[in-house]
């Protein structure tokens, strides 16, 4: 049975740094696509940032370019999603989820407030 599982949210600071951690069962997240989406309230689903499984392509939205990093760690079996000068706006549940299976996580709130 494939699962999904997204842990490390919480509350932070404006201009602080976070990092969600997606783990699976299952499955070998490095043979894998994986993506990482985030739904704030009031507001549709959004793509944040994707992975490929094996070349490792990568790809963000436009408004967290240069603040997010999304990386394996192929011995733990984990996509990380490193978030650094998080702003009030990044504010939502983010979920992380394997295309190739439909396998998506029951997410993990992030909160930036001072």
């Known amino acids: 049975q494939v699962q999904v599982v997204e842990s490390g949210g919480g509350l932070v600071q404006p201009g602080g740094s976070l990092r969600l951690s997606c783990s699976a069962s299952g499955l070998t997240l490095s043979m894998y696509g994986t993506t990482w989406y985030r739904q704030a309230p009031g507001k549709e689903r959004e793509l944040v940032a994707t992975?490929?499984?094996?070349?490792?392509?990568?790809n963000y939205a436009d408004s967290v370019k240069g603040r997010f990093t999304i990386s394996r760690d192929n011995a733990k079996n984990t996509v990380d999603l490193q978030m650094n000068n998080l702003k009030p706006d990044d504010t939502a549940v983010y979920y992380c989820?394997?295309?190739?299976?439909?396998?998506w996580g029951q997410g993990t709130q992030v909160t930036v407030s001072s």
């Open positions: 992975i490929t499984g094996g070349g490792d392509w990568t």
């Open positions: 989820a394997v295309s190739a299976f439909n396998a």
